[in-house]
């Protein structure tokens, strides 16, 4: 089973809009952690947005915020007001706890591609 | 300048040879990764690294080895090249910081090297 799903492969928003980008995660772990990328088409990662699974405030950076509903566990990526810039992909991924997975691997979703229209 | 490097930044070679692929931060972290991206996918990670010392295998190490040669570089080789391992390579760094636990770092990445194998 993948630990990370994003279920929506392309999303289309218009300018100044908001959007939510989908992301659903499986551990068993009680500690992990919960980020957001965004990959331009120029290829680098970016680090958007961190979640921490027992912060218990909805983290915010700027335009992002994350819905974190711990009990469904899903760690949506809100975008408001979203800008041209904002075309691109974005990956959720999870950090396990130290006692659970690999204390390396931060396991990746396989993303979303958003396109911003003016 | 970038906090993390990686060059070369585009390769194209052919099936057989070798190959190295070179990381460098600034950064002054004492984690280092590396990642492979295919299309369509997320980033899977290859090997990682805690300290000069200590190195780890990741999802897929098959194929590649690394060498932590200074906390600051972490360089990633194929040493018989094959067309599946065509794809874009990143390097990753972090550092715990203020945080406690690992699942808490956030990982920063390179800008990528696309690796073409002929």
């Known amino acids: 089973a993948q630990k990370i799903t994003q279920t929506q492969p392309g999303m289309f928003v218009q300018e100044k809009e908001a959007v939510t980008l989908d992301c659903t995660y499986d551990?068993?772990?009680?500690?992990?952690?919960l980020f957001w990328y965004k990959q331009p088409s120029s290829g680098e990662m970016i680090f958007l947005i961190y979640?921490?699974?027992?912060?218990?405030q909805n983290a915010t950076e700027g335009r992002y915020s994350l819905n974190f509903q711990k009990a469904r566990k899903s760690a949506n990526l809100v975008i408001s007001a979203s800008q041209l810039g904002d075309s691109a992909m974005y990956f959720c991924a999870m950090r396990e706890g130290d006692y659970g997975g690999s204390q390396g691997n931060l396991i990746f979703g396989k993303g979303t591609k958003l396109s911003v229209k003016p | 300048d970038a906090d993390v490097t990686q060059t070369p930044r585009n390769r194209i070679t052919k099936t057989g040879k070798r190959i190295m692929l070179e990381c460098s931060q600034t950064k002054g972290h004492d984690r280092m990764y590396w990642y492979r991206q295919d299309p369509g996918l997320g980033l899977r990670l290859i090997y990682y690294s805690f300290d000069v010392k200590d190195i780890n295998k990741g999802e897929i190490s098959d194929g590649y080895s690394v060498s932590r040669q200074a906390q600051a570089k972490f360089s990633l080789s194929l040493e018989s090249a094959i067309p599946n391992q065509t794809a874009l390579y990143f390097c990753?760094?972090?550092?715990?910081?203020?945080?406690?636990?690992?699942?808490?770092?956030?990982?920063?990445f390179g800008p990528g090297t696309r690796l073409l194998v002929l």
């Open positions: 551990t068993s772990d009680q500690s992990y952690g």
């Open positions: 990753a760094t972090s550092d715990l910081g203020s945080k406690d636990s690992l699942y808490q770092e956030t990982q920063y």
């Open positions: 979640q921490g699974s027992y912060d218990e």
